[in-house]
């Protein structure tokens, strides 16, 4: 045997891992090596909480900023937009039905009322319905163009036909104009109405949507869970290290320590802030805000499907009544429902205008009952005088129903005051996060930075 073959021979066969070895090559041997791998790690999980941290954060204050300057506004802007198209064909139809009638109660061969006054503040209502539209249009939603079309197109087929119905009853003809009435109404309830009713739907869904998001503990559990990580890997790096250096404290360790506690309990008090805020802006006051919005387009639809029941009387469609009855006792429903659920909410600023409007309602709705029950009865005339005689219980309960709810014009009531309280709410989450994003990716460049220094003035001593 040769002394190459001995030398070979006598050599023991390697045992170390192969991961042993490329992590060898990588890093080096022994402490520096491991040293080198804690830094990387250390520096891959400052990385990551900055990337992780950064994006929830991002994530949760756009969806708080969307729930309190997007989607809110936009459902109101959908409810204007109902609001407007049904005021509009409430004061138009009851002028008409007034001139179709001689003004209830007149003596005979007294000329009809002019309908003038309420042309122009129909002409006014159906302006703003356009300009409403054209809000909601800059902001598309998915399946929003289709309600959106419809609501364009027929809101100038719809200022037609009144116009067609004005003529005509300015002519004198009645059965003529009760016609063209009659289909100018049917624009209005059978298309614009529906569609601006999908559309304040879909806009309330959107807000939903941004609300969960907002509120939702996947992301943050997530954040969370990563920085606990980064502070395990960091506890057993650091007490390594000093086991092996005989140094108790590292400066540039201690450094990536603090910054990794201060972001991440930032991170997680301002979510749990903005987090009760935002549940506080929903619960307290866009529910209730979608509550009230709904109730009165309730009170809306229960004033005009009346309003429609005596078109077909004058008409000779009488039939339907049973059937508009029908309808008007599930809307009926719907409408204490969503009182009941407004007052549930607890909004106290809203409560006392719920109290009255819950009062009102009751008392309205059987006066209701007891108008479609005259027509069933064949007292038709009854029937009109009772629906659209001026200051009759009919008109005067729907005035003060929706005073307690939208209040005059819109502006005031029990919706109102849930507005203000969304509002408040919601800014203050959406303000919560100002500032987070930039500290917690300050934070991860400070954890890189505190990691890289202590680390290489341990690698130092090794040089």
């Known amino acids: 045997m040769t002394a190459l073959q001995t030398r070979t021979a006598a050599r023991p066969a390697s045992t170390a891992p192969a ?5 060898a090559r990588l890093f080096g041997a022994g402490t520096p090596g491991r040293i080198r791998a804690l830094l990387v790690t250390l520096l891959l999980a400052s990385l990551a909480w900055g990337g992780v941290g950064a994006w929830t954060v991002a994530t949760h204050s756009a969806a708080a900023a969307s729930v309190a300057y997007t989607d809110e506004p936009l459902s109101l802007h959908a409810q204007r937009l109902y609001q407007d198209i049904a005021n509009g064909d409430l004061l138009i139809t009851t002028a008409f039905l007034k001139t179709s009638q001689g003004e209830l109660g007149t003596q005979p061969g007294t000329p009809p009322p002019s309908t003038l006054a309420a042309r122009r503040q129909f002409d006014a209502y159906l302006s703003d319905a356009a300009k409403q539209l054209a809000v909601l249009d800059a902001t598309p939603r998915p ?6 079309a419809a609501i364009g197109a027929g ?5 037609r036909d009144v116009s067609v119905a004005a003529t005509v009853y300015a002519q004198n003809v009645t059965p003529a104009g009760d016609s063209a009435m009659e289909v100018a109404s049917e624009d209005a309830n059978q298309t614009l109405l529906p569609q601006a009713q999908a559309i304040y739907n879909l806009e309330n869904a ?3 949507a941004s609300g969960e998001q907002a509120t939702s503990l996947v992301t943050v559990i997530a954040a969370v869970g990563l920085a606990l990580l980064a502070a395990v890997a960091l506890v057993i790096g650091h007490q390594w290290l000093a086991r092996r250096t005989r140094r108790t404290v590292n400066v540039g360790l201690a450094v990536t320590a603090l910054a990794l506690v201060v972001s991440g309990i930032w991170l997680t008090a301002t979510f749990a802030a903005a987090r009760a805020d935002l549940d506080a802006a929903i619960g ?5 805000a979608q509550d009230v919005a709904q109730a009165s387009i309730d009170v809306q639809q229960l004033r005009g499907d009346s309003l429609v029941n005596v078109i077909n009387v004058i008409n000779s469609t009488s039939d339907a009544g049973s059937a508009m009855a029908q309808v008007s006792q599930a809307t009926t429903k719907d409408l204490a429902a969503r009182l009941a659920d407004a007052a549930a909410a607890g909004n106290t600023a ?7 409007a819950r009062t009102t309602a009751t008392s309205w709705n059987r006066v209701n009952a007891q108008d479609y029950a005259l027509g069933e009865h064949d007292q038709y005339a009854n029937e009109q005088q009772a629906v659209i005689g001026a200051g009759g219980p009919a008109s005067a309960g729907y005035a003060a129903l929706q005073d307690d709810l939208v209040g005059v014009n819109g502006a005031g009531g029990a919706l109102a005051a849930a507005q203000d309280t969304f509002n408040e709410q919601a800014t203050a989450a959406a303000g919560a996060f100002g500032g987070l994003e930039a500290g917690v990716i300050a934070a991860a460049g400070l954890m890189a930075a505190g990691a890289a220094w202590g680390l290489d003035r341990r690698l130092a001593e090794y040089r």
Do not use: H, I, M, V
């Open 284 to 288: 307290q006051g866009a529910r209730p």
């Open 143 to 148: 399946g929003l163009a289709g309600p959106a």
């Open 19 to 23: 991961g042993a070895g490329r992590r």
């Open 155 to 159: 809101l100038p087929a719809y200022s």
């Open 206 to 208: 959107a807000e939903a």
């Open 350 to 356: 809203a409560a006392g205008d719920l109290a009255k």
